[in-house]
């Protein structure tokens, strides 16, 4: 318990040392260490702020001052606002003295730092007076097993009270004076900033409306806004600018610290290259960072400035403009200096919103020169393109012109000027319809009632209102009594308005067509309508008769001996003879009638709307005889007759079957003798059908066993002996043999000389197998056609002789000179296989082809076979004997025998024996029989002498 004179003692003093505190927090202290001194154990002072319960100063005491250190370290955690009135101090808000025994006190108070954690106490607290409205509080306690306080205590304690009011007040006025003065030299510090700022930034707002007009590089604008920045804060300084077009770091300058240090530009050319810490600010916001590594920039900075330190300090704000992030202002200090704050935040916050729009206004000067620089070079683009475009289009042979939206000309090509379209005429109603193409092409049309040009000039106003996207069109002309025709093209441009008109010069393309249309349907060599043509022209004749009055007829014409002449005096002979035939015939038939070659020497002839049948016959004289007269051909004067064969188109006919009757009927004339006109009999339909029954007949010959061979003999006119036999084909048609002569040229026009060839070929061979095992030794000769020739002749012979186990001299092969030159090459090939063979090769029928010395003596035949037209006369016509004379001595020369055919009288035969002829054969040593058990022999006693 203290006494009354060391209580006097603490008040007496009490003032003097408030009144010589250093701030209000050491006034608590002072305040609580008397409380303390008077009334012993723990103590506190706490002055409150006047307009709430928080302790704005708290001062703690306690007679022993180890535990009063403790308790001053306390009182400093609930300084500055950092606690509030709780328990007997809640309760002095509303009473003036307040004394409590064993009252709970809160386990966080200093005091458990004494008493440990029973939580109750003895307490007494009062409040102090005063004028000002401050507040203050006593609180003294002791432990509860203590004795409590009294009324001693607590007069003690309004003792020192009213002591330490007026000091109180004293102290508060003077603590208010100092904060005053130090925030009004603070505003006057910030004011002298902030005009130091507003000058850096008027400058950098100069320099950068002055780099607008030049529309700088953006490294200039980064690296004034850096350096702006840092004059301003006297902190390292970095700006990154976005490009405005792409969003892409564009441009980025670094001002290390201390005013007038070299900038350096930041090279910062791609995402890649960004700070973490920058780009993370980009995307999400403004931000503070401490402890982040150093970039190359700082890293450079301070080695320059010799420090050693790696982290920094960062503050980063985004530049910003009508919402878009422009770029980034950041601050970056050395790690071992403070951090930065919430102030350096808004602080850079602050100057990257003063420089946004004059950056912004960088960036749009840069893209609008450098638009203008591309619009420039756009435009010299354009203008180089127009330039080759013209060239390309006065270059190209195609009329090309273009007309602007009213249908006005407004470009051509060299090529439609220098054209027969611009003539001056059309120039003249050009300029008369005030440019309108349109318009001039329609006039030009009506004038000169040409459909074409009016439907084109329909066709450009269409697609000039939009009715048409495109128009195309084929239009005739005769400019200058030429004949033109031109292919139109008109289209919409891509770039819409107008429309470009091409013309193409298709004359030689039409003419062309036409041709390769004409030749379609023409025979080359005559100009006659084909076969083609006169199927379609013959099947709408039979239409139409169907419905008018009048007769149709077909005349089938076939040239008699035509093959003949063709071979003996060359294909340009035939073909010259062919075309004056033709001729003639076109003189002689009506201009309505329809005259086309069917083939060959073969033509038809297509009339109608005749009076009657008999009109048709009349028309077939008018033929027969315009071929009476001789025909002059390369020198040659020759007479070449026609076979005709004539049908009525009946009820009921259609377009085959009258074609079908005409060439049946065309077989009867044959039949009579050439040079005969037949006309189709219906009622005798057997009789005029006889060639289609053959046609028919044939192809059952060839399956069944109906074919045959007879044999003739072959004679050597100096020994006497048979040295071969010719294999000759009969047919044995209900009962009567026929000739080769009534049946293959029918065979020939259905395809069938190959298939009977080989026929022919096979049962000779198995023939002459049956003769060699009799004993015979001579030769089984065999006629060979054209296609058999062409078509695998040598290996036919190969695999037969093998098959029936003959050797090469059982066989030989006729082949006429004829068809030996359709093709020298193929044939020298074949005779000499078969030479090789050991098959023995005759020319046929020598003397009525064409072939040559040359090829004559490449072919290598082993005899040559004196036709009969020329062994007819040989025992009285000098000219005929002289023609054997020349070929049996031909043959000698070339070492090979010769062989007269066609013997029918002595007198032959003693002629050519005369002449020196090989050997021989005819009639009169036999006739073709058919085959015997034994070699064929000849009539006997012809021989002798």
């Given at each position: ?23 209000l ?30 302790c ?8 022993d ?43 966080t ?14 307490q ?24 409590p ?58 320099r ?12 200039v ?43 350096r ?29 150093l ?21 980063v704000a ?16 050395n ?12 602080l ?17 000067a840069?893209?609008?020169r ?26 190209l042979?195609v ?13 051509t ?25 349109a ?148 003189a ?31 028309i ?7 071929l ?30 009258l ?22 009999d ?41 040295t ?21 040229h029918?065979?020939e026009s ?21 003769w ?48 030996l ?8 090939s074949?005779?000499h ?52 004379q ?23 035969l ?12 005819g ?23």
């Open positions: 318990m203290r006494t009354a004179a060391s209580r006097a003692e603490v008040l007496a003093t009490v003032a003097t040392r408030v009144m010589g505190a250093a701030g927090d050491e006034v608590a202290a002072v305040v609580a260490d008397a409380a303390a001194q008077l009334v012993g154990e723990a103590s506190a002072a706490v002055l409150l702020d006047p307009t709430s319960s928080v704005e100063h708290v001062g703690l005491g306690h007679p001052a180890t535990a009063r250190q403790a308790l001053d370290a306390s009182a400093k955690r609930l300084r500055g606002g950092s606690a509030t009135l709780v328990g007997t101090l809640t309760a002095l808000r509303y009473e003036p003295v307040v004394r409590r025994v064993a009252a709970p006190y809160l386990p108070a200093p005091l458990v730092a004494l008493w440990g954690t029973e939580g109750r106490a003895h007494l607290g009062l409040q102090v007076p005063s004028r000002d409205g401050s507040r203050c509080v006593l609180l003294c306690a002791r432990p509860a097993g203590a004795e306080y009294d009324d001693d205590d607590e007069a003690a304690l309004l003792a020192l009270a009213e002591a330490v009011t007026l000091p109180l007040e004293n102290a508060r006025l003077l603590e208010a004076a100092t904060r005053e003065a130090a925030e009004r030299a603070a505003a006057e510090q910030r004011l002298a900033e902030a005009y130091a700022r507003e000058r850096v930034l008027s400058g950098l707002a100069d950068l409306v002055e780099l607008q007009r030049e529309a700088p590089d953006m490294e604008v980064a690296r004034a806004v850096a350096e702006a920045s840092r004059d301003i804060t006297g902190q390292a300084s970095f700006v990154l600018l976005r490009d405005v077009a792409t969003g892409a770091v564009g441009a980025s300058a670094y001002a290390p610290p201390g005013r007038g240090a070299a900038t530009p930041g090279r910062l050319w791609s995402a890649d290259h960004v700070p973490p810490v920058l780009a993370r600010a980009l995307e999400t916001g403004d931000l503070i960072s401490t402890d982040e590594p970039g190359p920039l700082e890293r450079a900075a301070a080695e320059a400035e010799g420090s050693a330190s790696t982290r920094q300090h960062m503050v985004r530049i910003m403009f009508d919402g878009l992030v422009r770029g980034t202002l950041s601050f970056h200090r790690a071992a200096q403070a951090a930065f704050t919430e102030a350096d935040l808004e850079a916050r602050f100057l990257a919103a003063r420089v946004s729009l004059h950056v912004v206004n960088c960036q749009l840069l893209a609008g450098e638009a203008a620089a591309l619009q420039r070079e756009a435009e010299e683009a354009r203008a180089e393109v127009a330039r080759r475009a013209g060239e390309v289009l006065d270059a042979p009329l090309v012109l273009t007309l602007d939206e009213h249908g006005v000309v407004d470009l090509n060299r090529a439609l000027m220098d054209s027969s379209a611009a003539t001056p005429r059309f120039l003249e109603l050009l300029d008369h319809h005030q440019g309108r193409y318009a001039a092409m329609r006039s030009v049309g009506e004038a000169t009632a040409n459909a074409g040009l009016v439907d084109l000039a329909d066709g450009i106003e269409a697609v000039l209102r939009g009715r048409l996207g495109r128009y195309e069109a084929d239009t005739h002309a005769r400019p200058a009594g030429t004949d033109e025709h031109w292919w139109h093209s008109i289209v919409v441009p891509r770039s819409g308005g107008g429309v470009i008109i091409t013309y193409d010069d298709v004359t030689d393309r039409k003419n062309a067509e036409v041709e390769a249309a004409h030749q379609a349907t023409h025979d080359t060599l005559t100009g006659l309508p084909n076969r083609a043509l006169l199927t379609d022209r013959l099947e709408h004749a039979v239409a139409r008769a169907a419905r008018h009055p009048g007769v149709l007829a077909v005349l089938f014409i076939d040239l008699d001996h035509f093959k003949l002449a063709n071979d003996t005096y060359g294909h340009g002979f035939g073909d010259a003879l062919l075309v004056q035939v033709v001729a003639r015939l076109s002689a038939i009506r201009p309505e009638d329809t005259l086309a070659r069917f083939g060959g020497d073969e033509f038809v002839l297509l009339c109608e709307e005749l009076h009657s049948a008999d009109e048709a016959s009349v077939a004289g008018r033929l027969l005889r315009a009476e007269e001789p025909v002059l051909v390369e020198g040659r004067t020759l007479r070449q007759s026609a076979s005709l064969g004539l049908a009525v188109a009946g009820p009921g006919t259609d377009s085959s079957t074609l079908s009757e005409a060439d049946a009927a065309l077989f009867l004339a044959k039949e009579r003798g050439r040079g005969q006109l037949a006309t189709f219906r009622s005798h339909g057997d009789t005029s059908g006889r060639r289609l029954d053959l046609m028919q007949a044939l192809h059952a010959a060839l399956a069944g066993d109906v074919l045959e061979l007879h044999f003739q003999p072959i004679v050597s006119l100096r020994t006497g002996e048979v071969g036999a010719e294999a000759l084909l009969r047919w044995r048609r209900d009962g009567v043999l026929v000739g080769p002569g009534e049946f293959l029918v065979a259905m395809g069938l000389t190959l298939p009977i060839g080989r026929w022919v070929l096979r049962a000779a061979c198995a023939q002459a197998a049956r060699r095992r009799a004993g015979a030794t001579g030769r089984v000769f065999v006629n060979v056609s054209p296609a058999h020739l062409a078509l695998g002749l040598e290996d036919d012979v190969r695999a037969l002789l093998e098959e029936f186990g003959l050797p090469g001299s059982a066989l030989g092969v006729e082949i006429t000179e004829t068809t030159m359709q093709d020298p090459e193929t044939s020298i074949c005779l296989t078969l030479r090789d063979l050991g098959v023995s090769a005759e020319i046929d029928d020598f003397g009525t082809g064409y072939s040559s010395l040359a090829y004559l003596k490449e072919l290598e035949p082993q005899s040559l076979k004196i036709d009969r037209t020329f062994v007819a006369g040989v025992h009285r016509d000098e000219r005929d004997r002289r023609i054997v020349a070929i049996i001595s031909l043959a000698r020369s070339l070492g090979v025998s010769s062989t007269a055919e066609g013997i029918e009288s002595p007198e032959q003693a002629t050519l024996r005369e002449l020196g002829c090989d050997a021989a054969q009639y009169l040593l036999r006739r073709p029989a058919p085959p015997e058990g034994s070699w064929p022999t000849v009539t006997a006693g012809l021989l002798d002498g």
